[in-house]
T-cell receptor, first 116, second 116 residues
Framework: AQTVTQSQPEMSVQEAETVTLSCTYD???????LFWYKQPPSRQMILVIR??????QNATENRFSVNFQKAAKSFSLKISDSQLGDTAMYFC?????????????FGKGTKLTVNP | DAGVIQSPRHEVTEMGQEVTLRCKPI?????LFWYRQTMMRGLELLIY????????DSGMPEDRFSAKMPNASFSTLKIQPSEPRDSAVYFC??????????????FGNGTRLTVT
């Protein structure tokens, strides 16, 4: 079974600085997808960024970028120029496709606090 | 696009009572997922449907839990009888399945269930 590990339960960063959240996963699949979701105090789950395993180029969405290391099974999220609104829980997620299965497996999350 | 709509937003009930959670997926999405979120276990997939058919219900905790999807625009998750350990936030999510497996999950705002 696939597992997703986020080793940092909590992190904090000063406004305008850069922070990196780590994520590792375990799979024997060669083709899969990785996601980062954000959950602010409002409880809503918001997609931040996604990466396809067969693409070597790291995904980027404005201030958010990933460092995808397929051999190491690592998928870290970098937030540049942190803003107060980035304060939230961040979840790393893995999805394989095999035999019609579309299960999205989540890590336990990292609570990020951006300080003014 | 109204997004995934869940009701109720909050539910407080007594142990032993029946609880029904409701979900309306995004129009055109053919895959629907029910997740449960707790502090201890994080986000757990309970069940998911593809084209209204249950594909994987291995995450359903026990026979007290049941889920239905009578049509493409409505799903329910029922707990009967409810127990205090069922207290959690229950999320419904949908996506457009099929060929593009990087299509992300869109989440509803969740139902916070408290069983006393």
């Amino acid at each position: 079974a696939q597992t997703v590990t986020q080793s940092q339960p909590e992190m904090s960063v000063q406004e305008a600085e850069t922070v990196t959240l780590s994520c590792t996963y375990d799979t024997s699949e060669s083709n899969y997808y990785l996601f980062w979701y954000k959950q602010p105090p409002s409880r809503q789950m918001i997609l931040v960024i996604r990466q396809e395993a067969y693409k070597q180029q790291n995904a980027t969405e404005n201030r958010f970028s990933v460092n995808f290391q397929k051999a190491a099974k690592s998928f870290s999220l970098k937030i540049s120029d942190s803003q107060l609104g980035d304060t939230a829980m961040y979840f790393c997620a893995f999805m394989k496709h095999q035999g019609g299965s579309e299960k999205l497996v989540f890590g336990k999350g990292t609570k990020l606090t951006v300080n003014p | 696009d109204a997004g995934v709509i869940q009701s109720p937003r909050h539910e407080v009930t007594e142990m032993g009572q029946e609880v029904t959670l409701r979900c309306k997926p995004i129009s055109g999405h053919n895959s629907l997922f029910w997740y449960r979120q707790t502090m201890m276990r994080g986000l757990e997939l309970l069940i998911y449907f593809n084209n209204n058919v249950p594909i994987d219900d291995s995450g359903m905790p026990e026979d007290r839990f049941s889920a239905k999807m009578p049509n493409a625009s409505f799903s329910t998750l029922k707990i009967q009888p409810s127990e205090p350990r069922d207290s959690a936030v229950y999320f419904c999510a949908s996506r457009k399945g099929g060929g593009s497996y990087n299509s992300p999950l869109h989440f509803g705002n969740g139902t916070r269930l408290t069983v006393t």
